[in-house]
């Protein structure tokens, strides 16, 4: 059974970082392509940055670009996202993401297996 488990999530305030993590079980990856996605109330979930498990291609989206770096520990089977400097606007539930799309990079529905979510707050 394929597990995709995130943690790290929080309220921080506006500057703060977070480190979420994403603990992967289940299979092996090592085709597969990572994401990170979130959703804030009433809006679309959205990309935020993507990573192959060989670590040879990685994405930001412009609205994290410079502050959001991911990275993953194949020997762990663990995904991570630091988050820098972070904003009111970041504030929504995270999402990893785990699929064998390399084109689709940006689109939830390309995923095939997702976790439950962590929240993450940013107060100003």
């Known amino acids: 059974q394929v597990q995709l488990v995130e943690s790290g999530g929080g309220l921080v305030q506006a500057g703060d970082s977070l480190r979420l993590s994403c603990a992967l079980s289940?299979?092996?990856?090592?085709?597969?392509?990572m994401g990170w996605f979130r959703q804030a109330p009433g809006k679309e979930r959205e990309f935020v940055a993507h990573?192959?498990?060989?670590?040879?291609?990685?994405s930001v989206a412009n609205s994290v670009k410079g502050r959001f770096t991911i990275s993953r520990d194949h020997v762990k089977n663990m995904v991570y996202l630091q988050m820098n400097n972070l904003k009111p606007e970041d504030t929504a539930v995270y999402y990893c993401?785990?699929?064998?799309?390399?084109?689709?990079?940006?689109?939830?529905?390309?995923?095939?297996?997702w976790g439950q979510g962590t929240q993450v707050t940013v107060s100003s």
């Open positions: 993401a785990a699929g064998l799309t390399f084109r689709l990079v940006g689109v939830p529905s390309a995923y095939d297996y």
């Open positions: 289940g299979r092996t990856f090592s085709s597969y392509v």
């Open positions: 990573i192959t498990w060989s670590g040879g291609s990685t």
